[in-house]
């Protein structure tokens, strides 16, 4: 078909590496383009198709060799193919995409949702997923499920083992959040930190130490009163603060703030993140157990109103668990004609559509490394809310034990090369990757 494919790629910045940095974005779509034909990714037989399945539930490691000459007569490639597209999803409603959950009213208005008047469907929904929820957790502890998400219809939660993201113990990172939510799990004692907003504080600080050392004495009172940028904060004590006007006898004439302006001025700041990607909240360690029990009775967590009402979240996993669909990614191969430099030539693409998690990210090109003959490129379409994921929360301990906190880390599900990637610390901050190129066995990449 001539469906005259664009192929205008932007500037690739990176430098060529054998090994591109871990996306803990949430994919929608991967659209994999090369020279070589996909059809080796086409009409699996029963047995393949059966055997990837099994490869997955058994977590069996492939390794193919760096080239391989005929794809399409390769069982093992197509096994393996098949294996890299599974993953697993609570609740499973066939008529419902219960993926991506936020701003996806639309998608699901007009299909039949029996649970939103339902208040008994309802909570037999929430206490089927508060099971899966805490199945999910148990894995994770005891490092044999990796990661999983939580998708609600505002926010999404990332939960990863000790071991991955360069951190030595158990992290939540939880993007976006709102002030509201923030002050309910500081009510139920769960700690937290907001990564985003102390460093640009401590950017701000820094900027405004240098600022202060070339300006003077008096510059040096107005900079301390403006640290942050900010407006200088109301004092506590607000009668002192306006004695002046007493002495000047004009009291009566001047309004003062009241407390509740006081308090407003105050969480102003605090506010105009919410929903922003800097309202990413960190949670660590035994918190996260806190965290479990919190989100399980969290009212916000499931819509009240409007189509989703009374679904609750989405559970993505690369592992099985108590509850858990296993589903897979759709794959087609696509033969269309591109035009280049004035001519037409064959261009080969491969779509893949779904939840694609980090692991299926990295599976999947590796098996493309050896299909395409170390040679071919990808577009990534990011779940937007998701990016932020990649920030690096300087997680690691300088003493961290790398040997003794990734041990049992090996028996989580993931191909060790997966497992390894996973396991760096993230380096695309609060962007992804948007496009791959691999040429001659080396990526390079745009975020």
Known sequence: KDLHLPVAVPEVPSSPRHEFPA?????????????????????????????G?????????????????????????RCAFQQSLVYWLHPSLPWLQLFPRIGADRRIAGKACPWSQDEALQ?????????SFTSLYNLLKAKLCPYFYICTYQFTVLFRA???????????????????????MRNEGIEFSLPLVEESRTRKQKNSEVNLETEGANSLQVGNSMEDGEEPAPS????????WLEEMGVQDKVKKPDAISIKLRKEKHEVQMD?????????????????????????????VAGPQAGLPPTLLSPVAFRGGTMQTLKARSINAKARVHLAYEDIFSLEIVGPVMPHSLHS???????????AFSAVLYTHEPTAVFNTN???????????????????????????????????????????????DYAYTWKS
């Not at 399945?53 to 490639?77: D, G, V, W, Y």
């Not at 999947?364 to 003959?373: D, H, N, P, V, Y």
């Not at 929360?393 to 990637?421: F, I, R, Y």
């Open 236 to 243: 506590d004590d607000d009668d002192e603060s306006f004695s």
């Open 393 to 439: 929360l300087d997680n690691a301990s300088p003493a961290l034990n790398k040997e003794a906190v990734c041990k049992d880390l090996p028996t989580c599900g993931l191909h060790p090369k997966t497992l390894d990637q996973l396991s760096q610390c993230p380096a695309l901050g609060k962007s992804s990757i948007r496009f791959l190129e691999m040429k």
């Open 162 to 184: 000790a071991g991955l993201a360069g951190s030595d113990v158990i992290t939540a990172v939880i993007s976006p959040t709102t002030r509201g939510l923030r002050e309910a």
């Open 364 to 374: 999947l090109t590796t098996l493309l490394k050896s299909a395409q003959r170390g």
């Open 123 to 131: 909570q037999a929904l929430m206490s089927d997923w508060s099971v």
């Open 275 to 303: 929903h922003k990607p800097e309202s990413l909240a960190l949670v660590k360690g035994t918190n996260t157990f806190t965290l479990l029990n919190f989100l399980i009775n969290c009212k916000s967590l499931v819509a």
């Open 53 to 77: 399945f099994a490869q997955h539930c058994r977590a069996t490691e492939t390794n193919l060799p760096q080239s391989i000459q005929e794809p399409k007569l390769s069982t093992e490639l």
């Open 23 to 51: 996306d803990w974005s949430i994919k929608t779509r991967l659209l994999f383009m090369s020279s070589q034909p996909f059809t080796w990714a086409e009409h699996l037989k029963a047995q393949e198709e059966a055997q």
